[in-house]
């Protein structure tokens, strides 16, 4: 029985090492108590001060709570973000439950589909990280010899080292898939060893 049991243990844990943490997230706008709505406050940018805590990458989605039939969600150009402008919207939502898929990075701008209401600061620009997961190796850095001086006059040193470059970020796309599978393949087999040798 007991041999069952870690079985049946380790090809949970298994399972749950397979899901990856850094998969695409729901954020729901405002927090988890939050609405899309006019803030208490409408001098303060709570939406945007909400959105600066947190960190968006591509494939993420914001959830947009409000009453459908008093609201909507605008997402918009910069300029008519800055102007409350609600006339030519890039996309409108109006059904209360709104999910936005980013696909892409850079920032993101929504406001209230009422017009009072986005001069009461129901408005929100997000942030959205660059995909890092394609990102191809650093580019070759060539250097030409230094061109000889005037003459009378001493030649400079060659440098005593290339420039350097930024380390690239990590790659947290298809690594970190094949890391965790390997991983798992891994646990799969100190575990397996472990129950043989019960």
Not at 71 to 87: E, G
Request: net charge negative; proline share 8%.
């Amino acid at each position: 029985m007991a041999r069952f049991n870690i079985i049946y243990f380790l090809g949970i844990f298994n399972v749950l090492l397979l899901i990856k943490e850094g998969d695409a997230f729901e954020f729901k706008v405002g927090g988890s108590k939050g609405t899309w709505a006019v803030p208490v406050d409408p001098n303060s940018s709570e939406y945007n001060k909400w959105a600066e805590r947190n960190r968006f990458q591509v494939g993420d989605s914001l959830l947009f709570v409000y009453v459908a039939d008093q609201d909507s969600v605008l997402q918009v150009t910069k300029d008519d973000y800055t102007n409350c402008k609600t006339a030519s919207p890039i996309a409108k939502y109006n059904d209360g439950n709104t999910v936005i898929k980013f696909n892409q990075s850079g920032p993101h701008y929504f406001i209230s589909g009422v017009d009072d209401n986005c001069h009461k600061n129901e408005k929100l620009v997000v942030v959205v990280m660059a995909d890092r997961s394609k990102h191809s190796s650093a580019p070759v850095v060539e250097m030409s010899p230094p061109s000889p001086a005037p003459s009378g006059e001493e030649s400079p040193s060659p440098p005593s080292e290339a420039p350097s470059q930024e380390a690239s970020p990590p790659n947290n796309g298809v690594s970190s898939i094949v890391h965790g599978v390997v991983g798992t393949i891994g646990v799969a087999l100190l575990g397996s060893s472990l129950v043989l040798a019960l």
